[in-house]
């Protein structure tokens, strides 16, 4: 265990002196600039997989290849899901997420680096990488699944209806999935705005603003900032009730979600999250990913335009309506 627990020990050394050696740049007022064009595409997940349970949170770099090679996503891409050329699909895979073929996903094909290291799960405490739901989040949860199945369109998820983004890309926290992992970040003295590729979700977070009234629960909760040093920090409240059991981290009326945004380097910002809600969690839990930047921009997002699915089911229930009338 010594011999595993020294090069971790010197890595995070190694991530502090970089942290504290680079100069950011700055806005005229001063403030480390994050403004630009970012993404937070990886292979590593907001919880630890058990594939990974064994080798904890800090992938070795001698095992880095071998993990990252036989990742099922880049698996995926490299065989193209095994589909043969001129052959359509049967659908047979979907009941295994499989919506989607390799060309449509674009995930990321490395692990995440945080701090120099190559990490399993975003989530860093608990030390196993899991959400630590208490009884009341784990039936919230499962309520929230359960409702999966729905009489109307009032009851698919948002995502689908496109009213915020899939996976809880526009967080709080923030999150990777399997495309539309970009962000744009838009500074002044009084606002950071974020806005996020992923069915176009944008925060507007005030910087020394106050909280809005308690009855307000707006989409992607009620955020606001404020400097500490070089870190820009962000305190969330509030979320929607129709976001916040789907979200990555559900909220309740006694949580809140402190996040810090700090220029690491030229090409990275350090993104660290805590949730703290004693309802839903049997303790505080925190984690930390990376935001690199990018030479390309994001697309508007076709949410309506090419939402096909919806529009079936639609139809499809207007024409089970019609068989039942004439019976």
Not at 3 to 8: E, F, S, V
Not at 82 to 95: I, K, M, R, T, W
Not at 163 to 183: A, D, E, H
Not at 223 to 243: A, C, F, K, R
Request: hydrophobic share 30%; with cysteine.
């Amino acid at each position: 265990m010594m011999k595993r627990a020294i090069p971790i020990a010197l890595l995070f050394l190694s991530g502090a002196l970089v942290a504290q050696s680079y100069e950011p740049p700055r806005t005229p007022s001063g403030k480390p600039n994050m403004q630009g064009f970012w993404t937070n595409a990886s292979l590593t997940t907001m919880q630890r997989s058990a594939n990974y349970e064994q080798v904890g949170l800090v992938i070795p770099d001698d095992r880095l290849p071998e993990y990252t090679n036989d990742h099922h996503q880049n698996v995926r891409q490299a065989t193209d899901d095994n589909q043969v050329q001129g052959e359509l699909p049967n659908g047979s895979d979907l009941a295994r997420g499989r919506g989607y073929n390799a060309f449509w996903v674009d995930p990321g094909s490395q692990f995440g680096r945080v701090r120099g290291q190559s990490r399993t799960s975003w989530i860093t405490y608990p030390e196993d990488g899991r959400i630590p739901f208490s009884e009341q989040g784990t039936e919230l949860r499962t309520a929230a699944f359960a409702r999966r199945g729905n009489d109307g369109p009032e009851g698919r998820s948002l995502g689908e209806r496109c009213i915020i983004g899939f996976g809880s890309t526009g967080g709080p926290p923030m999150n990777n999935v399997l495309y539309n992992n970009m962000y744009q970040f838009v500074q002044t003295d009084d606002y950071l705005m974020i806005l996020v590729e992923m069915v176009h979700d944008t925060r507007i977070i005030p910087i020394n603003g106050q909280h809005r009234p308690d009855a307000l629960e707006p989409w992607l909760g009620d955020s606001i900032g404020y400097w500490d040093g070089d870190t820009l920090v962000v305190e969330t409240v509030n979320l929607h009730p129709q976001q916040s059991p789907r979200n990555a981290a559900p909220l309740s009326a006694d949580g809140k979600i402190i996040e810090r945004f700090t220029r690491y380097s030229d090409d990275q910002i350090l993104y660290e999250f805590e949730v703290n809600d004693p309802v839903y969690y049997t303790e505080n839990w925190r984690g930390e990913m990376t935001f690199n930047t990018t030479d390309t921009k994001p697309y508007e997002y076709a949410c309506h335009e090419g939402n096909y699915g919806l529009t079936g089911i639609l139809a499809g229930a207007r024409r089970l309506e019609l068989e039942l009338a004439s019976d």
